[in-house]
């Protein structure tokens, strides 16, 4: 059965695998192909090879929140199309590969706060056309570097999309997004920086 090759609570009918707390430090690889809903948060990962999640085509949601991720290659989520629902909070995520989230145009909700982020990829967000609610609060974000000059923008233009808050339980936030030395990510222009980027 699914249980005993994953090691994980499987609710077949409802095609949703929960690994929570298994001290995991690897995706199991004999998740069903049909799988719409994978929990992995309170696990022990500190990174995802690129072929993770390879054949779970189907997932409408992930969760890795609460692990101790540090990188991410930039094809992980390639073969999640389907995805409305990526949770990536509470890692140790320094930094965004280039392109790791184009494949998600259905993404719905991405939480990225309480991770160690300094900047984001310019183009980071833009294939996320559907998305409503992300969470970016919590990190080293590094707004003495023109880098910050594309999430500052994005923020500005999406604001009602940025939220703060617990669990399901969030609220409009744009101004909760502040940099490692208190201003508001938002508030960073070209012009406060102080020299020219290109």
Do not use: M
């Not at 695998?17 to 948060?41: F, H, R, W």
């Not at 989520?77 to 989230?101: I, W």
């Amino acid at each position: 059965t699914c249980e005993t090759v994953t090691g994980c609570t499987c609710n077949e009918g409802k095609k949703e695998v929960n690994c929570q707390y298994k001290g995991l430090k690897a995706v199991p690889s004999e998740i069903p192909a049909d799988t719409k809903s994978l929990d992995l948060k309170y696990n022990a990962f500190t990174q995802l090879p690129f072929n993770a999640f390879q054949g779970l085509t189907k997932l409408t949601f992930l969760n890795l929140q609460d692990n101790q991720l540090q990188a991410l290659s930039d094809d992980v989520f390639n073969p999640l199309a389907e995805l409305k629902t990526l949770g990536l909070n509470g890692n140790a995520l320094t930094t965004l590969p280039p392109g790791v989230f184009d494949s998600l145009t259905k993404l719905t909700w991405l939480t990225l706060a309480q991770n160690q982020l300094q900047s984001v990829p310019h183009g980071a967000f833009d294939s996320l056309g559907k998305l409503e609610t992300i969470t970016l609060d919590t990190n080293n974000w590094d707004c003495s570097r023109c880098e910050i000059l594309y999430l500052s923008g994005w923020i500005r233009e999406n604001s009602a999309k940025v939220k703060n808050g617990a669990g399901n339980d969030l609220y409009e936030d744009p101004d909760g997004v502040t940099c490692s030395d208190g201003k508001v990510v938002r508030t960073v222009t070209n012009e406060t920086l102080k020299y020219e980027c290109p």
